[in-house]
């Protein structure tokens, strides 16, 4: 097998299948701002390879108070703008909820926007810190049934400072989605750092995209080559294709 010295091990979107992290519902968070973008850069993730995409519109307190009751509908208009172009890119929609004051009254009433067969609930921490009284949230969460996601645990930096959190959270069952950015140091250097120390820990349950605009297209294109990104498909431990 000679001649297959010297190939960089790339690697194989498709072999992921699924994201489940974006911004893609145009015009109601700081992802696509409009259909064209939307369709275009959802293209681009089914040229790279994938098949499927959840998209998460942000849910934040004062700065995306979105309605949560409106994201099917608008779902509905992405799909058919796709299917104009002829992408036959799987769509599901769900949410990216900030743990923050406003959370609690969207999960009192009912207007968390889970996806996939197993009510899965992809949450966001604040990045200065960790959310007040976040065990027994964690509790309450469980118990209404929902299967918690954490989005990009390595861009929350204070955890670095807090293993044992790092750990009770994995061991409560919570989902840890890396963003594939985070490897190639699209947000900073420290992120990068935090983002191979958590994958060499094992804990890395989900790579995603949180594709927002086109530099984030571009960033995970590069993305293919990266050793840490190959180590994490190589290893079996990957959930993507489920949902
Ligand atoms: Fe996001």
């Known amino acids: 097998m000679g001649w297959l010295f010297g190939n960089k091990k790339e690697v194989d979107f498709s072999f992921l299948k699924t994201d489940i992290h974006s911004h893609m519902l145009?015009?109601?968070?700081?992802?696509?701002?409009?259909?064209?973008?939307?369709?275009?850069?959802?293209?681009?993730?089914?040229?790279?390879?994938?098949?499927?995409?959840?998209?998460?519109?942000?849910?934040?307190?004062?700065?995306?108070?979105?309605?949560?009751?409106?994201?099917?509908?608008?779902?509905q208009d992405v799909r058919y703008a796709l299917e104009q172009v002829?992408?036959?890119?799987?769509?599901?929609?769900?949410?990216?909820?900030?743990?923050?004051?406003?959370?609690?009254?969207?999960?009192?009433?009912?207007?968390?926007?889970?996806?996939?067969?197993?009510?899965?609930?992809?949450?966001?921490?604040?990045?200065?810190?960790?959310?007040?009284?976040?065990?027994?949230?964690?509790?309450?969460?469980?118990?209404?049934?929902?299967?918690?996601?954490?989005?990009?645990?390595?861009?929350?930096?204070?955890?670095?400072e807090q293993p044992d959190m790092i750990k009770y959270l994995h061991d409560s069952n919570i989902l840890f989605q890396l963003n594939i950015l985070s490897l190639i140091g699209f947000y900073d250097k420290p992120t990068q750092k935090f983002a191979e120390w958590l994958i060499k820990q094992d804990y890395i349950d989900i790579a995603g995209s949180d594709l927002h605009h086109q530099k984030h297209l571009d960033g995970i294109a590069k993305a293919k080559t990266n050793k840490y990104l190959y180590k994490l498909t190589e290893s079996d431990r990957l959930m993507n294709s489920m949902f």
């Open 26 to 75: 145009p015009g109601i968070d700081d992802g696509a701002d409009g259909m064209r973008e939307s369709v275009h850069l959802i293209k681009g993730m089914y040229e790279l390879g994938y098949r499927k995409m959840i998209i998460t519109p942000h849910v934040r307190f004062g700065s995306f108070d979105n309605d949560t009751g409106e994201f099917e509908n608008r779902l």
């Open 86 to 160: 002829n992408i036959p890119m799987e769509l599901e929609v769900g949410a990216e909820h900030t743990i923050d004051e406003g959370f609690y009254g969207h999960f009192k009433r009912g207007e968390l926007k889970h996806f996939g067969r197993n009510k899965y609930l992809l949450i966001e921490f604040p990045f200065t810190s960790l959310p007040m009284g976040i065990k027994d949230t964690v509790f309450e969460l469980q118990s209404a049934g929902y299967n918690l996601i954490l989005a990009h645990p390595e861009r929350y930096l204070y955890l670095r």
